[in-house]
């Protein structure tokens, strides 16, 4: 038996976008699919009637337009419509199924996709990976804060990492993860399932940590009383309405912004330490 999926489409807005991307960011729905004058969200039939009182509260004159998808196999229509995503001109991100769609000669990050998040066809993992090309030092030690598939860290052991240790607080993900170091070939990526808000030392050249403002902001705090931060960080999971918020907490814990990147609403930010005599 398959299950059912509400679809709900609405005439897109830049407003809309945004408190749809912000359900999406906090897990109350699957997917938001944005075409030239709609967005569309997918959410299982069973939440329905949560998600449509939330609909109400965020959209009290909204409208939009209900339907119901009689379950099929979702799972292979989505797996053939997984394509690879090419991040620079020799390096990109595929399923395995598709490994041989990738010109010989150019690098390739596997990804199973699987529960974790991270298939680099969101514009959060994709504006980081784009960032890291040029900011990652070869040999660079790196610390892959919320690292859901594993995909930043395998990008970065490609991209000359001397070594990466990712942390994610989703026990989930453990096969995911360890199935996509497996299939990439980098089995020597160390790991732990662990709260980075706890954590008390981020030793480390380079941070790199797609997660959501309200994570964010208080991890920069934390680097106030940590023992080690990391002298680079790219910042992403961050929309253009949080630069402000951002810039300001980096500068209080002494990074200065080298490149904002943009994609739709979403940004990522690479920022480094200020030098203890610059301004
Ligand atoms: C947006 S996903 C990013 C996944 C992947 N790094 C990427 O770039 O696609 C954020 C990840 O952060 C993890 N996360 C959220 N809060 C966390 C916390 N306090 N400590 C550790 N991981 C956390 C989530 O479980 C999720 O896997």
Request: proline share 4%; glycine share 6%; net charge negative.
């Amino acid at each position: 038996m398959y299950q059912d999926y509400i679809k709900i489409k609405f005439s897109k807005n830049a407003k809309t976008a945004e408190a749809l991307d912000l359900l999406m960011e906090s897990g109350d729905i699957l997917s938001v699919e944005e075409a030239k004058d709609v967005l569309t969200i997918l959410d299982l039939w069973e939440n329905r009637e949560k998600l449509i009182e939330k609909l109400h509260e965020i959209f009290p004159q909204g409208k939009w337009e209900i339907t119901k998808l009689d379950g099929c196999d979702w799972d292979q229509k989505w797996i053939d419509g997984f394509q690879p995503i090419r991040i620079n001109h020799r390096l990109w991100v595929t399923p395995p199924w598709q490994m041989d769609k990738i010109p010989e000669n150019h690098e390739k990050i596997i990804i199973n996709p699987g529960n974790a998040f991270g298939t680099g066809t969101h514009e959060s993992t994709y504006l980081a990976l784009k960032l890291m090309k040029g900011f990652l030092i070869p040999g660079d030690e790196v610390l892959d804060l919320g690292c859901g598939s594993g995909i930043l860290s395998i990008a970065a052991m490609k991209l000359g990492a001397k070594h990466v240790h990712a942390i994610d607080n989703d026990p989930e993900i453990k096969d995911n993860l360890n199935d996509n170091f497996k299939q990439n070939e980098l089995e020597e990526i160390t790991w732990e399932i662990r709260d980075i808000l706890a954590m008390d030392s981020f030793p480390g050249d380079l941070a790199l940590i797609n997660i959501q403002k309200h994570i964010i902001l208080p991890l920069l705090e934390r680097f106030s009383i940590a023992k080690e931060i990391p002298n680079r960080v790219i910042l992403a999971g961050l929309l253009n309405v949080h630069r402000k918020d951002i810039r300001n907490a980096l500068q209080k814990r002494g990074y200065k912004i080298l490149n904002i990147r943009r994609k739709k609403e979403w940004i990522a930010v690479s920022a480094v330490l200020r030098r203890k005599n610059e301004a």
